[in-house]
T-cell receptor, first 115, second 112 residues
């Protein structure tokens, strides 16, 4: 079974530039998550999709971050404009359902460095 | 709000040692996850458990629901076990939300 695919693996940009990350979840997984993990901390949820609808985006900095999952399959996360504090690993995960006991599968992540 | 505490934050062991990582959480949960994160950033799910004990190879995870505590054990540790181990619990107990709250992780380094 193919896992969660993310690209790119690494990205270096200057502050105020924009950047986009892509995630393709495991086939058939209705729920997709984007997490931000700052060095030394656990991942923090940015946004959760159920199919193509947003379930939770309460921690997404909406002035600069946006995400979409138009066809309910793959998803993009965009930052515009980037700030130095956005340097982090951005992780995508997917699960079959929204239930609290449902196992989530994670991608390799995209390591963003803003200089 | 559920809080997740892990200990220790950092752990250095010699190859072959038995390792224990602890996780405590503050409210009721339906399941707890143990995850492994390698230096490249990718996260792998090791265990999801709601009671008792699970074993996979040299890894053992236990949970005590009454005490709100879980442990991850590694027997006969090996340098390739070096990684960050993260404990995570669901945001809402029994609810429809599936997203997780993560501990800060335990960085394990196993020396040959």
């Amino acid at each position: 079974e193919a896992g969660v695919a993310q690209s790119p693996r690494y990205k270096i940009i200057e502050k105020r530039q924009s950047v986009a990350f892509w995630c393709n979840p495991i086939s058939g997984h209705a729920t997709l998550y984007w997490y931000q993990q700052i060095l030394g901390q656990g991942p923090k949820l940015l946004i959760q999709f159920q199919n193509n609808g947003v379930v939770d985006d309460s921690q997404l900095p909406k002035d600069r971050f946006s995400a979409e999952r138009l066809k309910g399959v793959d998803s993009t996360l965009k930052i515009q404009p980037a700030k130095l504090e956005d340097s982090a690993v951005y992780l995508c995960a997917s699960s079959q359902a929204r239930g609290a006991g449902t196992e989530a599968f994670f991608g390799q992540g995209t390591r963003l460095t803003v200089v | 709000k559920n809080e997740v505490e892990q200990s220790p934050q950092n752990l250095t062991a010699q190859e072959g040692e038995f390792i224990t990582i602890n996780c405590s959480y503050s409210v009721g949960i339906s399941a707890l996850h143990w995850l492994q994160q390698h230096p490249g950033g990718g996260i792998v799910s090791l265990f999801m458990l709601s009671s008792g004990k699970k074993k996979h190879g040299r890894l053992i995870a236990t949970i005590n629901i009454q005490e709100k505590h879980s442990s991850l054990h590694i027997t006969a540790s090996h340098p390739r076990d070096s990684a960050v181990y993260i404990c995570a619990v669901p945001v809402n107990y029994g609810g429809s939300q599936g997203n997780l709250i993560f501990g800060k992780g335990t960085k394990l380094s196993v020396k040959p």
